[in-house]
């Protein structure tokens, strides 16, 4: 089953996106903060990380690169999951090693799912 790691703080964000993906047959892990979203990748090596920017601790863009420097992560899809003007969601995710990103808050369930399958299929 793929795994998916949602780092996100806010718990209205990842109870939907939680819906959405076990509803389509991911497994979902979920931490609420970057350090527990660092030991959590460790441990689970989960197939795609859905990564939250302003994380209580410190921003998703740390946890990204802090990430890429572990070779088993390397390649592993890092999204940027974040409520961020677009051109700078995309600039900010470019420069961190993310391989992209999706808005929040997710509107179209759709969208969202093409979203994390066509990630998923570059891997």
């Not at 979902?28 to 090596?45: K, S």
């Not at 974040?82 to 391989?99: I, L, Q």
Request: proline share 5%; glycine share 6%; aromatic share 8%.
């Amino acid at each position: 089953m793929t795994k998916i790691l949602i780092v996100e703080d806010v718990p209205d964000n990842v109870e939907l996106a939680r819906k959405i993906l076990i509803s389509r047959g991911y497994e979902v892990v979920h931490a609420a903060n970057a350090e527990t979203g660092y030991q959590l990748a460790m441990e689970t090596r989960p197939d795609l990380i859905l990564l939250d920017l302003g994380l209580p601790d410190y921003d998703g863009l740390t946890l990204a690169g802090q990430l890429r420097e572990v070779s088993a992560f390397e390649n592993l899809p890092i999204i940027a999951f974040t409520a961020w003007p677009v051109e700078t969601a995309k600039h900010m995710a470019e420069s961190y090693g993310c391989n992209g990103f999706i808005g929040k808050p997710i509107v179209r369930v759709q969208d969202f799912i093409a979203q994390i399958d066509s990630f998923l299929q570059k891997k």
